[in-house]
């Protein structure tokens, strides 16, 4: 499996922007389908966005669409997400995930590996 370690969340008020990385080691990045997933205190994880293997293709959940983007640098085992125009109800624990097999998958359930997460918190 891949390792992931998650880093760039914090807090920031309503309307700023962060950009979250996601580096990778342990297996050949640009094998897996790429993903983003957030929850809040008190609820399920949360699909956010998705991106291809090469990066050419992403996804996005309503609820970010416009706001979000995800791109990836297979050269660097990175893989970001650039949030703008942030909301209260943005705030959550943000997660990346990999999966070998199918991209953008709604369900958390069906990634092979997980980061620990890294906090943003968005002030009114």
């Known amino acids: 499996q891949v390792q992931l370690v998650e880093s760039g969340g914090g807090l920031v008020q309503a309307g700023g922007s962060l950009r979250l990385s996601c580096a990778a080691s342990g297996r050949t990045f640009s094998n897996y389908f790429m993903a983003w997933f957030r929850q809040a205190p008190g609820k399920d994880r949360e699909f956010i966005a998705a991106?291809?293997?090469?990066?050419?293709?992403?996804s996005y959940a309503e609820s970010v669409r416009g706001r979000c983007t995800v791109s990836r640098e297979n050269g660097k085992n990175t893989v970001y997400l650039q949030m703008n125009s942030l909301k209260p109800e943005d705030t959550a624990l943000y997660f990346c995930?990999?999966?070998?097999?199918?991209?953008?998958?709604?369900?958390?359930?069906?990634?092979?590996?997980w980061g620990q997460g890294t906090q943003v918190t968005v002030s009114s």
């Open positions: 995930a990999a999966d070998s097999r199918r991209f953008g998958s709604r369900r958390w359930d069906e990634y092979d590996s």
């Open positions: 991106i291809s293997r090469g990066g050419g293709t992403t």
